[in-house]
């Protein structure tokens, strides 16, 4: 286990605890039935598993393949490929992948800019492209010869012309900077809550609020491509309902389920890597205690480093103490 700072909240594995969770995860290896696969992480190359899965069970799908750059993603290596080999390797999952899809479904691909375009001739022979989704990596790292490349892009598709968007559940909450009234001294549009002021807007297609997970959210994993909650939130509550089936077949260390099972949604993921899938299982289990969502609260969604705001709110995942124990090996008791 690596050496962590006393006040590193990531999120790690002991030996005896990944044993344990190791026999919470499933393999198929024939047909199954939904019942069987609900709410589980299947550790398993994704080739292996799609001809067993049902057929047309998930109304919405978040897929965050691994991008076309050299990657080692513990120990198992993604090694870059030219545009056309990667967007034929794109088609092969894609095309297999259909037939678990219901004929209302909603899906989301990620991917870097350049990822993006390869990816972008495939989701058009297969779905019906709404949009492109491009939000701020804040932590993107600088080059000297380019531009810092610090966004990513989502693609929004769907299988048809029927499909469900709920605007109303991924509204953000922002601080009014210029409180316009009316000649009768009423806010106009937006809302006077005393000390504090804000508006709540539709979203757009840019997203700036998004805070990447590090050391000290206890959201944090050592996966190096982790997805912050917050971003998996939106795309789940605007395109499924309570109780949906979110399926996630690059499943990584989890964020899909976790954030589905939080938002009460059904879900299923694939993972190939044992460790992933271990700490997959592990955020789903603190799920049970701590359902919070950073920068998510009481409906809806606040820009960065507003959370101040919520001192006195309930469930701030960020402000209340928290006595879990993170690495049980060191029995750290963070607050």
Request: a neutral charge.
């Amino acid at each position: 286990m690596k050496s962590r700072a006393p006040r590193n909240r990531t999120l790690c594995l002991s030996g005896s605890e990944q044993q344990a969770l190791l026999k919470q995860i499933i393999h198929l290896d024939q047909k199954t039935e939904l019942e069987e696969i609900i709410n589980r992480t299947i550790c398993q190359d994704l080739f292996e598993v799609i001809p067993h899965l049902p057929n047309n069970f998930v109304d919405l799908m978040i897929v965050d393949p691994p991008y076309n750059l050299q990657k080692n993603f513990n120990g198992k290596k993604f090694n870059h490929l030219d545009d056309d080999d990667y967007t034929a390797w794109v088609d092969t999952w894609i095309s297999e992948l259909k037939g678990v899809l219901k004929q209302d479904a909603s899906l989301y691909f990620c991917a870097d800019w350049a990822t993006s375009v390869a990816m972008y001739p495939v989701l058009k022979k297969h779905f019906k492209i709404r949009n492109r989704i491009t939000w701020e990596r804040e932590k993107g790292r600088g080059a000297k010869s380019n531009w810092k490349n610090s966004c990513e892009d989502i693609w929004f598709c769907t299988v048809s012309d029927d499909y469900y968007f709920n605007v109303e559940a991924v509204k953000l909450k922002r601080r009014v900077i210029a409180p316009y009234r009316t000649e009768e001294g009423k806010p106009k549009d937006w809302e006077d809550k005393g000390s504090e002021k804000f508006r709540l807007t539709n979203p757009s297609n840019i997203w700036t609020d998004i805070t990447i997970p590090f050391w000290s959210m206890p959201e944090n994993t050592d996966h190096p491509t982790q997805k912050p909650e917050k971003l998996i939130a939106k795309l789940i509550l605007a395109s499924s309902k309570s109780n949906d089936m979110v399926f996630d077949p690059f499943l990584g260390s989890g964020t899909t389920s976790v954030v589905a099972k939080k938002l009460g949604r059904q879900f299923l993921g694939i993972e190939f890597q044992p460790e992933y899938c271990c700490l997959a299982e592990k955020r789903l289990d603190l799920a049970d205690f701590n359902p919070d969502i950073q920068g998510y609260s009481d409906g809806v969604f606040w820009e960065r480093n507003t959370l101040s705001e919520q001192q006195n709110k309930k469930g701030s995942q960020l402000l209340k103490p928290s006595n879990e124990i993170i690495c049980p090996e060191k029995q750290m008791t963070l607050l």
